[in-house]
């Protein structure tokens, strides 16, 4: 996070202690206020904070911070904002400011630092192009993963075994041409939810080439977001900047944010099948009671997921096993892989996760080792360590 130099010299002369704790986060300490005309304090604290991925800084102060003024936007900004640990979040315009300099200095401003005058100072670059009516655009840039040009790039990226039925009811769904189907992939985690994602990308690559499979994680998406509003509004730029550029599959992970987050979730999402739009979901089963009633009760197309069998699950080790060894400059054999696979099953949780993880675990410790092979030493290390961590798949299911 930078800021202009002849700003902090001026702060530190004035006996603002400044620190940052992080890359993304900037505290003044003692910042001085004019007390009688309109503040109830004669110094005060401000944090500047990164909220999400996307650049947008919230400005906080003290929340026993009242401003005393006869001007009612300052006073809606210093009041009106929710409270967190102590701070109170200053509404400066939309609150989300797109710079750390900008929202440091607008944040001041209405401190009235360094003049003393506290004044509304909103100053945002112009908005990002591709927007409409002033809008922020990019989200889909920001925050999309391309499954269809990773697929096309590695065709044995995120090997799919068994499953064929679930893709091809994914796939079937967002092929139709009538009344446009929301299909819902629903496991507890660790099932392989993600990975069928990429099988129905490989699936639409054959069918529909010109068609690109567009991976969001909606938790990602919201993260930092502290306002509702700010977070409709981002899902909402995103269905349009998806719908703007049409022959795309939109696949929103831990899409219960949608419905849990936003009031008007289900409806932003009902609008855009309306529109002809192709999207697709993953949720945990206890999620899908979310999306049955309306507005998407008539478009819902629930996928079930259960844990691969054994024979499943080694199949997938055994596609993985030269990839996992690659990454840790070693070798694994066959047998450590039926091992690993053995082991997986004694633990809780669901395959094929556990399995995978196993390995990968057992390649860590050889690799710690100095080891060139995966020894079954390495497996029980492994098993020692992934069975302290794991939770009973009931906890899973309920989180």
């Known amino acids: 996070m930078e800021l202009a130099r002849t700003l902090l010299r001026r702060l530190r002369r004035s006996g603002v202690h400044i620190e940052t704790p992080d890359g993304d986060t900037v505290l003044f300490r003692n910042i001085p206020l004019r007390t009688q005309e309109y503040f109830n304090k004669d110094r005060t604290n401000l944090l500047c904070k990164k909220a999400g991925r996307v650049p947008s800084y919230l400005v906080f102060v003290d929340e026993d911070l009242a401003y005393r003024g006869p001007d009612t936007e300052i006073h809606r900004a210093f009041n009106s904002g929710p409270?967190?640990?102590?701070w109170r979040v200053l509404m400066l315009g939309n609150a989300g400011q797109p710079d750390a300099g900008l929202a440091v200095e607008n944040g001041l401003a209405a401190l009235g630092f360094p003049d003393g005058e506290p004044r509304l100072q909103i100053r945002n670059p112009p908005a990002i192009e591709g927007g409409e009516n002033g809008t922020r655009s990019g989200c889909l840039e920001a925050?999309?993963?391309?499954?269809?040009?990773?697929?096309?790039?590695?065709?044995?990226?995120?090997?799919?075994?068994?499953?064929?039925?679930?893709?091809e009811a994914v796939v079937s769904c967002l092929l139709r041409w009538g009344q446009a189907r929301l299909p819902v992939i629903a496991g507890p985690s660790g099932v392989g939810k993600s990975n069928l994602l990429y099988a129905a990308a490989r699936l639409l690559r054959k069918a529909r080439p010109d068609m690109a499979?567009?991976?969001?994680?909606?938790?990602?998406?919201?993260s930092g977001a502290l306002f509702e509003a700010d977070r409709e509004k981002m899902l909402t730029v995103l269905l349009n900047d998806a719908g703007k550029k049409g022959n795309v599959v939109l696949a929103l992970e831990h899409l219960e944010c949608a419905a849990r987050e936003i009031s008007h979730g289900l409806a932003l999402l009902s609008d855009a099948l309306d529109k002809g739009m192709k999207v697709a979901g993953t949720v945990l089963p206890r999620?899908?009671?979310?999306?049955?009633?309306?507005?998407?009760a008539r478009r819902i197309q629930p996928i079930l997921l259960k844990d691969p069998s054994p024979a499943e699950t080694a199949d997938i080790l055994e596609r993985l096993r030269t990839r996992i060894?690659?990454?840790?400059?070693?070798?694994?054999?066959?047998?450590?892989?039926?091992?690993?696979?053995?082991k997986a099953l004694e633990l809780q949780g669901h395959l094929p996760a556990q399995a995978i993880a196993l390995m990968d675990e057992a390649g860590s410790n050889a690799s710690l080792?100095?080891?060139?092979?995966?020894?079954?030493?390495?497996?029980?290390?492994?098993?020692?360590?992934?069975?302290a961590g794991a939770k009973p798949r009931e906890e899973?299911?309920?989180e």
């Open 287 to 296: 999620q899908l009671a979310r999306f049955r009633g309306a507005p998407l």
């Open 396 to 398: 899973e299911d309920r």
């Open 369 to 387: 080792l100095g080891a060139k092979t995966v020894s079954p030493d390495d497996v029980y290390a492994a098993f020692t360590r992934c069975g």
């Open 83 to 86: 409270t967190q640990s102590g």
């Open 213 to 222: 499979v567009l991976r969001v994680d909606m938790a990602e998406l919201f």
């Open 143 to 167: 925050f999309a993963v391309n499954l269809s040009e990773r697929i096309a790039a590695d065709e044995d990226m995120e090997p799919t075994v068994g499953r064929v039925s679930e893709a």
């Open 325 to 342: 060894g690659a990454h840790h400059r070693l070798e694994i054999d066959p047998d450590i892989a039926r091992l690993c696979l053995k």
